[in-house]
């Protein structure tokens, strides 16, 4: 039940964004796909960071474990903030690219 | 022209990574793909009469507040005790960045419930499964206790299982969840994965550290 009733919000909001933006904002429709491969770029880089971040994290308690003999929890590592926060960077990053390519063109 | 091509080509790549995790975030919210993961990952309890009832630790906080798990964990082994499915009860769980010490903690908790102070075995150094495995064993060789219930999460089971196999015990799943492997809500599905995933991870480490 949960779950339809977020499907269902989703469904009816995205259709009055993609309305409010076609009649209002005078967005075209065409447009749409290339944003779908943004967003997709878009998550494709947080989703890098949040692997990067995953990653380092493990290495970094198993080599405080390892060289300083410290008992570091893994489960530090597994903090949904983490996830959050990966996504805000890959956000960061990705704008960084697009001010990057229209500042030079390229 | 090169520089355009290679920019292109990374768009490609985070495009396609970014197309499979929304479609993988879709899936995993909105059909039971974490409901079967957790199936097939998890172990059924078995309780039946055994020498011991361990319950292992889940973390407290600063201010001697029990986790959720711990909590729970530490419920089915005092309703496992009181039940008479063993004589002994033994909790684990340490000191936390200053905390109180989590087994104490529990043990306490359990003699406000009833338990017998002279049933109740606590360790409260291990700070991993492996340890807990390995000086719980220590601790319950000398009595004697063969065959004992393990109270932990049922994802954690198999791992934890397969340690206290490995320590010379025959052992009896009888697992406390704070999250419902039968979770239906997008949110609950999300948590499920998070936890499939985090114990895969610990397992495939368990596995090349050469502890299973």
């Known amino acids: 039940m949960a779950g339809t009733v977020v499907l269902a919000l989703l469904v009816v909001t995205t259709g009055l964004a993609i309305l409010c ?8 429709i ?6 779908l491969g943004q967003l997709f770029e878009c998550v494709g880089i947080s989703c890098a960071f949040a692997l990067l971040n995953l990653s380092l994290g493990v290495l ?18 597994n903090d949904s903030a983490l996830i959050a926060l990966s996504f ?11 001010a990057n390519r229209a500042r030079t063109g390229r | 022209m090169r520089t355009h091509c290679r920019r292109q080509g990374w768009d490609r790549v ?17 059909t039971p793909l974490p409901n079967w993961l957790f199936d097939e990952l998890t172990t059924p309890s078995m309780v039946r009469p055994a020498d011991a009832v361990v319950v292992l630790g889940a973390g ?21 005790w009181r039940s008479h499915q063993a004589p002994v009860l033994v909790f684990s769980g340490p000191s936390l ?52 219930l393990l ?53 495939v480490y368990y596995r090349l550290a050469g502890y299973l």
């Not at chain 2, 495009?15 to 993988?24: D, K």
């Not at chain 2, 932990?152 to 934890?160: E, G, N, P």
């Not at chain 2, 997008?186 to 114990?199: A, C, I, K, S, T």
């Open chain 1, 21 to 28: 933006g076609a009649i209002l904002g005078r967005l075209s």
């Open chain 1, 30 to 35: 065409a447009a749409l796909p290339r944003a």
């Open chain 1, 60 to 77: 970094g308690v198993l080599a405080v474990r390892a060289v300083l003999g410290a008992f570091v929890s893994l489960y530090y590592v």
């Open chain 1, 88 to 98: 805000l960077q890959g956000v960061l990053f990705y704008a960084w690219r697009v």
């Open chain 2, 14 to 30: 985070w495009q396609c990574v970014g197309a499979v995790t929304v479609l993988g975030y879709l899936l995993t919210i909105f």
């Open chain 2, 60 to 80: 407290i906080g600063e201010d001697g507040v029990l986790s959720q798990d711990s909590l729970r964990r530490a419920v089915q082994g005092i309703l496992l």
């Open chain 2, 97 to 148: 960045e200053q905390s109180p010490i989590e087994a104490e903690v529990r043990a306490t908790m359990a003699k406000a419930f009833g338990v017998a102070p002279e049933a109740i075995v606590t360790e409260t150094t291990a700070k991993t499964t492996r340890e807990e495995a390995l000086r719980i064993g220590a601790e319950l060789r000398p009595r004697q206790a063969r065959r004992i």
């Open chain 2, 151 to 203: 109270v932990t999460d049922s994802m954690h089971m198999r791992r934890a299982q397969g340690l206290f196999e490995a320590a010379g015990f025959e052992v009896l799943p009888a697992s406390a969840d704070s999250i419902s492997g039968k979770a239906r809500s997008p949110e609950g599905r999300l948590q499920l994965l998070r936890w499939v995933l985090g114990e895969t991870v610990a397992r």
